[in-house]
């Protein structure tokens, strides 16, 4: 089979285009052939002359169906990045746009065939848009869908970490920074990532909707929902800001949804007794969302011991442990080693009392108190290093003026 070899950018073009359509027409015979290909070379030349590169592409895409099942993987990757390349031709932002969008259609429409490729080829078209911010944020977009759908989620993923730098870049809206959260948090969930990596964006997602209308926020329902939920069943995860947003507040006094709230509420602020309570009213609830009645429980009798260890005295009896926990007197060691190894406290077990001493332990939320809380903690830092300080300096002005005082004796 022909290979195609590039030479001139130019020359490339026609070269793919002339290549592409012989395959397409060659069952036909070189009677009718010939003068197609003869005819569809013309073309490319005279929108290459006239700078037309949306036709030019499009020109070279008409075949994409042809080329993706009767050539290889080497040639086929050649012959697509040679149409991709065509979009730095443009200096319009809307037509790289549109050239994007057109490839992006061409690369995307069988996702189950030859992926990893496909995706490598959005890879190589995004590289090429660096003058182009919103057309690379589009084709982001369209590669995430398209490692969903061709189920190679895992060769996207590495990307996530640079997600932050990539919203520099793009300076997209409110809206599109929505589309890529969600769809973001739906990659990570197709790859069955740990709950804490989707969890963070769906976070951001609902983040973005504070300050909007009633309206608006409630288009975050059922995704609120869905992040409660997420929460809720995670075994690792422990404190959280759902509370503070706009988006899932919302659900508080909502008809449908309330009860989801108040489930939030009882694991970021209250003990097992309460979810127990809850749990015997709203079992067919908690069922209908997945929600596994035993580790619930567990969760919440770590939650709990976290809730004990928050007290200011910094010591919790062993009584109070198995009280509220609703345990046996000699599983408390258990469920404090628990506590430890999940990192949700440090602390000391004094058997001989039967105290555990704590020294430092998570906060559930992390809202307005618990600012109040650090922000005076800094300022009496602040004024104990200021005594510091000033003591030190007092010290060196008497040792000053002390060795003063005793060179002038010896004088």
Same mark, same amino acid.
């Given at each position: 089979?022909?290979?195609?070899?590039?030479?001139?950018?130019?020359?490339?073009?026609?070269?793919?285009?002339?290549?592409?359509?012989?395959?397409?027409?060659?069952?036909?015979?070189?009677?009718? $052939?010939?003068?197609?290909?003869?005819?569809? !070379?013309?073309?490319?030349?005279?929108?290459?002359?006239?700078?037309?590169?949306?036709?030019?592409?499009?020109?070279?895409?008409?075949?994409?169906?042809?080329?993706?099942?009767?050539?290889?993987?080497?040639?086929?990757?050649?012959?697509?990045?040679?149409?991709?390349?065509?979009?730095?031709?443009?200096?319009?932002?809307?037509?790289?746009?549109?050239?994007?969008?057109?490839?992006?259609?061409?690369?995307?429409?069988?996702?189950?065939?030859?992926? *990893?490729?496909?995706?490598?080829?959005?890879?190589?078209?995004?590289?090429?848009?660096?003058?182009?911010?919103?057309?690379?944020? #589009?084709?982001?977009?369209?590669?995430?869908?398209?490692?969903?759908?061709?189920?190679?989620?895992?060769?996207?993923?590495?990307?996530?970490?640079?997600?932050?730098?990539?919203?520099?870049?793009?300076?997209?809206?409110?809206?599109?920074?929505?589309?890529?959260?969600?769809?973001?948090?739906?990659?990570?969930?197709?790859?069955?990532?740990?709950?804490?990596?989707?969890?963070?964006?769906?976070?951001?997602?609902?983040?973005?909707?504070?300050?909007?209308?009633?309206?608006?926020?409630?288009?975050?329902?059922?995704?609120?929902?869905?992040?409660?939920?997420?929460?809720?069943?995670?075994?690792?995860?422990?404190? !959280?800001?759902?509370?503070?947003?706009?988006?899932?507040?919302?659900?508080?006094?909502?008809?449908?949804? *309330?009860?989801?709230?108040?489930?939030?509420?009882?694991?970021?602020?209250?003990?097992?007794? $309460? #979810?127990?309570?809850?749990?015997?009213?709203?079992?067919?609830?908690?069922?209908?969302?997945?929600?596994?009645?035993?580790?619930?429980?567990?969760?919440?009798?770590?939650?709990?011991?976290?809730?004990?260890?928050?007290?200011?005295?910094?010591?919790?009896? #062993?009584?109070?442990?198995?009280?509220?926990?609703?345990?046996?007197?000699?599983?408390?060691?258990?469920?404090?080693?628990?506590?430890?190894?999940?990192?949700?406290?440090?602390?000391?077990?004094?058997?001989?009392?039967?105290?555990?001493?704590?020294?430092?332990?998570?906060?559930?939320?992390?809202?307005?108190?618990?600012?109040?809380?650090?922000?005076?903690?800094?300022?009496?830092?602040?004024?104990?290093?200021?005594?510091?300080?000033?003591?030190?300096?007092?010290?060196?002005?008497?040792?000053?003026?002390?060795?003063?005082?005793?060179?002038? *004796?010896?004088?």
């Amino acid at each position: 089979m022909a290979t195609v070899i590039p030479t001139s950018e130019e020359d490339s073009a026609l070269a793919v285009v002339r290549f592409t359509s012989e395959l397409a027409w060659a069952d036909a015979g070189p009677e009718v $052939a010939e003068p197609q290909v003869s005819r569809l !070379c013309v073309e490319a030349s005279e929108f290459v002359v006239a700078g037309r590169w949306f036709d030019l592409v499009s020109l070279m895409l008409t075949s994409a169906e042809v080329i993706f099942s009767k050539v290889s993987e080497k040639d086929l990757e050649c012959i697509l990045t040679i149409i991709c390349n065509v979009v730095t031709k443009t200096e319009s932002p809307d037509e790289a746009l549109e050239i994007s969008k057109l490839i992006s259609a061409k690369i995307t429409q069988q996702p189950n065939d030859k992926p *990893a490729l496909r995706l490598k080829i959005l890879f190589n078209l995004y590289n090429l848009l660096d003058n182009h911010p919103y057309s690379q944020f #589009y084709v982001y977009m369209k590669a995430l869908n398209l490692a969903i759908d061709g189920k190679v989620t895992e060769n996207i993923i590495p990307s996530f970490k640079k997600i932050d730098s990539f919203l520099k870049e793009w300076n997209i809206g409110i809206v599109d920074q929505r589309k890529l959260f969600l769809t973001v948090a739906n990659v990570l969930k197709e790859n069955k990532s740990p709950a804490k990596e989707s969890f963070k964006f769906l976070t951001k997602y609902l983040a973005t909707f504070s300050g909007e209308d009633a309206y608006t926020l409630s288009e975050a329902k059922e995704e609120a929902v869905h992040t409660i939920v997420e929460f809720v069943k995670a075994p690792d995860m422990f404190q !959280c800001d759902l509370l503070d947003l706009p988006a899932v507040g919302q659900l508080e006094k909502d008809a449908k949804y *309330a009860l989801v709230y108040q489930l939030l509420k009882i694991f970021l602020t209250q003990r097992l007794d $309460a #979810y127990l309570e809850f749990q015997a009213a709203n079992s067919t609830l908690l069922k209908s969302y997945g929600l596994i009645h035993e580790d619930c429980i567990t969760k919440m009798r770590l939650m709990s011991l976290v809730d004990l260890g928050s007290d200011e005295s910094g010591q919790i009896s #062993y009584s109070l442990i198995r009280d509220t926990l609703q345990i046996n007197d000699d599983e408390v060691d258990l469920w404090v080693v628990k506590a430890i190894t999940a990192k949700l406290i440090d602390c000391k077990m004094d058997q001989m009392n039967e105290v555990v001493i704590v020294s430092r332990c998570i906060d559930r939320v992390f809202g307005q108190r618990q600012w109040q809380v650090l922000r005076t903690k800094l300022a009496s830092w602040k004024g104990n290093v200021a005594n510091v300080i000033s003591t030190v300096q007092a010290n060196k002005i008497t040792v000053d003026g002390a060795q003063a005082m005793q060179g002038l *004796a010896i004088r």
